[in-house]
């Protein structure tokens, strides 16, 4: 016992900003949760796959998609499978708990890092606080629960078994990040080539690492190449797709950029959809916004920017040009790569600590505050802007929206709104509009996010359900709508 209160007594700084962290990130991802902030996609997806798992069987794409397809063929995530039986407690909120507390961890993963060695101790709650603040953890807390945030966060457990040679539990640890998402495996395989050069010196090290970096590229290669296309009877992975600009597929992306590097390179930088000017500067201001964030240490210790060669191609030329920006879960592999990067340059430094961890937390705010609120649009800030009303405020009152959604059985099937999903997900049917399917409820706003469809189809949608004769409208309060399927 003597040993634990020791243990607390010589970390309390890093206990109490882990508690005031947490506190933070429910403010932030639990109001947005109970204001209807959060969405089909993912946070109902995610939740009624807890639901299919907790119920021993396997989730499919039957809430996004006209087809019912095993989930795993979206994305390859057994970090659901596992958290599943949490959720028997914490029911729609259970991904979002999980994630605050993964992030939680992440931040105090930073700190023991930073307290290995004499020169980067002084910085330990700097770091942690400043990985806190990071514009890539506020903005993956601020959007839905995605499980690429969870194998981020123990990264730094990560480094810090590589750093104490402890190879069992460094593999460990890889495996366990792999599972969380395919291509985590691939963003592993480029994190294992920076720790090769890195520890390049050190025999031993070499031979593990490289250890690593051929599982993480098998593993990425199985999964995407004959795993997940055998599950969703395609010939290649979906999610090649996105990413036209490279030739649709993974050879002719390899092709690409090594037939055109000049051309790869450019393309990284500009708007490469032209005929949506509205994304024009968007990855340059990224980078600016990186570059304040930290990112200028990745020229100082290089083998962290060969970490990070993945997730900026898979962000920056994707042909979702939401993604290029600093909002969403896009930027979360940045956090502890960046501030590790930081403090492990910073440390060499002759100065003051407290005096430099200072300067980087007002460079840290200052970067997070214009990438998630300056630069967002009106309805990105009010997730983000705590610190005033409009975060707390919905544009309309939610009375009504709560008074309908409670006459729907919990056991009933129900087709919803994007925004109403994520609280109604936790049962075993659910679907997001426009999907009716068997559903035995609808409860649809003309309003509140109508995506995928424009408010002009959605209220077509709605007069439809008015003269069907399968249906009977039980409630209307407002915008929005209560139906049941008749007997």
């Not at 294992?192 to 590229?217: C, M, T, V």
């Not at 002719?252 to 000049?262: E, T, V």
Request: with cysteine; proline share 4%.
């Amino acid at each position: 016992m003597n040993k634990i209160v020791l243990s607390f007594r010589t970390h309390s700084a890093a206990w109490i900003a882990a508690a005031l962290a947490f506190v933070l990130f429910g403010i932030v991802s639990f109001t947005n949760h109970i204001l209807f902030r959060t969405y089909a996609l993912d946070l109902g997806l995610y939740t009624n796959a807890l639901y299919d798992y907790a119920h021993f069987r396997f989730a499919d794409t039957s809430l996004f998609l006209p087809e019912n397809k095993n989930l795993l063929a979206d994305h390859f995530d057994l970090y659901l499978m596992l958290f599943s039986p949490l959720s028997w407690i914490f029911k729609s909120y259970t991904l979002l708990v999980v994630q605050c507390a993964a992030v939680i961890a992440g931040g105090v993963g930073v700190y023991f890092l930073l307290n290995e060695n004499e020169e980067s101790r002084p910085f330990r709650i700097w770091g942690m606080v400043i990985f806190y603040l990071f514009f890539g953890t506020l903005a993956a807390l601020a959007y839905d629960y995605h499980s690429n945030v969870i194998s981020a966060m123990v990264l730094p457990f990560f480094f810090l078994m590589v750093n104490r040679k402890a190879w069992l539990k460094a593999f460990a640890l890889l495996v366990f990040m792999c599972l969380g998402k395919e291509n985590v495996s691939l963003f592993l395989f480029f994190v294992s080539l920076g720790l090769f050069w890195k520890y390049f010196k050190l025999k031993e090290s070499r031979k593990y690492i490289l250890l690593f970096a051929g599982f993480s590229l098998l593993y990425f290669l199985f999964m995407v190449k004959w795993v997940m296309p055998t599950i969703a009877g395609e010939e290649d992975f979906v999610h090649f797709g996105k990413y036209p600009v490279l030739g649709g597929d993974m050879s002719a992306a390899i092709k690409f950029m090594i037939m055109h590097p000049l051309e790869f390179i450019r393309l990284l930088f500009v708007n490469h959809m032209p005929e949506d000017p509205t994304y024009n500067n968007e990855k340059v201001f990224f980078y600016l916004v990186l570059f304040v964030a930290g990112g200028w240490a990745l020229f100082v210790r290089p083998w962290y920017f060969v970490m990070i060669l993945p997730i900026i191609i898979q962000k920056e030329l994707t042909n979702q040009p939401s993604t290029w920006g600093c909002v969403y879960q896009y930027s979360i592999e940045f956090a502890p790569v960046v501030v590790i990067a930081v403090m492990e340059v910073v440390s060499r430094w002759k100065f003051n600590a407290n005096r430099i961890g200072a300067v980087l937390l007002f460079f840290t705010l200052s970067s997070t505050v214009y990438g998630l609120v300056e630069r967002s649009k009106a309805w990105e800030k009010e997730r983000f802007i705590f610190w005033q009303k409009p975060h707390f405020k919905s544009h309309y009152d939610l009375t009504d929206v709560k008074i309908l959604m409670n006459r729907i059985p919990a056991d009933a099937a129900v087709m919803a709104n994007s925004a109403y999903v994520g609280q109604l997900a936790y049962r075993d049917k659910c679907y997001a509009l426009p999907f009716v399917k068997d559903s035995e409820y609808i409860i649809i706003s003309s309003t509140e996010s109508t995506y995928p469809l424009s408010v002009e189809r959605t209220n077509e949608f709605i007069q439809a359900l008015q003269v069907d004769s399968a249906w009977s409208l039980l409630e209307q309060r407002g915008h929005v709508y209560l139906f049941q399927r008749k007997p």
